[in-house]
């Protein structure tokens, strides 16, 4: 898809109406988005629908992946997801959902509806059935008996190859983090695969229309539970959110070593952030501090 305007608004309705919406009268520019120019639509009976469209699409099936992981929420793990109302190589619209209110009560309902997806849906591999898209970047999805080697292969060692990380983590931060994931077993606790969100940071967590928690985003595959967790207890979140980790943790039965792992996970997600975006809103001294022990002294 083109356009002779960078509007997004503009662009967004041009795409509406070549796909067939044409009762859709105006968008408003959904600000957050990164990886594609989104907004919400406005039809002509009033109601809304969210819309995103690539300028330049990073692949055909971006957004397809995306549709499918939401069903795959929905469908095998029980996850409140929106509905696609139209999915292409260029354009994808869903319904439209309302921002979450936060709440110790909306927290405490992400909680359980987390638990469910995470315990009802364990798998005896890692990976996917096929690849799918972590913003721009191809996520690799490759089946794996051994989650140790499909988190340090797919997951981390995956990013250096990209040219902002290889800029941003320089020969003793790279040694130092293949140097981690050989010890992945000594650091992390064996734990099974299950379906995940995969890009659950708190902006991918919005609400329906009676306030139930929302998933948006989602970058699925099975492996650990903790690549969710993780992303939540990184990313800016309210304080009404406290609830959420407790509550989650009582449902799965979490250890108390969880909190000091959480560096370790996150890895993949601050790779993958060097790896995008020129502003990475401080995943490099993250990526830096959480190596540090891991670089080779003398």
């Given at each position: 898809?083109?356009?002779?305007?960078?509007?997004?608004?503009?662009?967004?309705?041009?795409?509406?109406?070549?796909?067939g919406l044409t009762d859709v009268v105006a968008v408003e520019h959904a600000a957050?988005?990164?990886?594609?120019?989104?907004?919400?639509?406005?039809?002509?009976?009033?109601?809304?629908?969210?819309?995103?469209?690539?300028?330049?699409?990073?692949?055909?099936?971006?957004?397809?992946?995306?549709?499918?992981?939401?069903?795959?929420?929905?469908?095998?793990?029980?996850?409140?997801?929106?509905?696609?109302?139209?999915?292409?190589?260029?354009?994808?619209?869903?319904?439209?959902?309302?921002?979450?209110?936060?709440?110790?009560?909306?927290?405490?309902?992400?909680?359980?509806?987390?638990?469910?997806?995470?315990?009802?849906?364990?798998?005896?591999?890692?990976g996917w059935h096929r690849d799918n898209w972590l913003g721009r970047r191809r996520?690799?999805?490759?089946?794996?008996?051994?989650?140790?080697?499909?988190?340090?292969?797919?997951?981390?060692?995956?990013?250096?190859?990209?040219?902002?990380?290889?800029?941003?983590?320089?020969?003793?931060?790279?040694?130092?983090?293949?140097?981690?994931?050989?010890?992945?077993?000594?650091?992390?606790?064996?734990?099974?695969?299950?379906?995940?969100?995969?890009?659950?940071?708190?902006?991918?967590?919005?609400?329906?229309?009676?306030?139930?928690?929302?998933?948006?985003?989602?970058?699925?595959?099975?492996?650990?539970?903790?690549?969710?967790?993780?992303?939540?207890?990184?990313?800016?979140?309210?304080?009404?959110?406290?609830?959420?980790?407790?509550?989650?943790?009582?449902?799965?039965?979490?250890?108390?070593?969880?909190?000091?792992?959480?560096?370790?996970?996150?890895?993949?997600?601050?790779?993958?952030?060097?790896?995008?975006?020129?502003?990475?809103?401080?995943?490099?001294?993250?990526?830096?501090?959480?190596?540090?022990?891991?670089?080779?002294?003398?």
């Open positions: 898809m083109s356009g002779t305007t960078t509007d997004p608004t503009s662009l967004l309705l041009g795409w509406l109406h070549a796909a957050g988005g990164q990886a594609a120019v989104a907004g919400l639509a406005r039809r002509v009976d009033g109601t809304s629908v969210f819309a995103k469209g690539f300028v330049d699409a990073p692949s055909d099936d971006a957004f397809v992946a995306e549709a499918e992981g939401l069903d795959a929420l929905r469908t095998l793990g029980g996850a409140t997801t929106p509905d696609v109302v139209i999915v292409g190589p260029d354009l994808l619209v869903l319904e439209a959902l309302r921002p979450r209110p936060d709440d110790p009560a909306f927290w405490e309902q992400l909680a359980h509806a987390l638990a469910h997806l995470h315990t009802s849906t364990t798998h005896p591999r890692f996520q690799v999805n490759t089946w794996q008996d051994d989650g140790f080697e499909f988190f340090a292969q797919h997951r981390l060692l995956r990013w250096l190859d990209e040219p902002r990380v290889a800029s941003a983590v320089g020969p003793a931060d790279r040694a130092a983090l293949e140097h981690l994931c050989a010890r992945l077993p000594e650091l992390l606790p064996e734990r099974p695969a299950c379906l995940v969100h995969g890009d659950l940071w708190a902006g991918n967590v919005l609400a329906t229309a009676d306030g139930a928690p929302a998933l948006i985003d989602p970058a699925v595959s099975y492996t650990w539970a903790e690549v969710d967790l993780a992303h939540l207890w990184t990313t800016a979140a309210p304080p009404e959110s406290a609830v959420f980790f407790e509550r989650y943790a009582e449902l799965t039965g979490l250890d108390d070593g969880w909190r000091a792992r959480m560096p370790i996970v996150q890895l993949r997600q601050h790779l993958a952030v060097i790896a995008q975006f020129d502003d990475d809103w401080g995943a490099a001294d993250a990526v830096h501090a959480t190596l540090a022990p891991f670089r080779t002294r003398g």
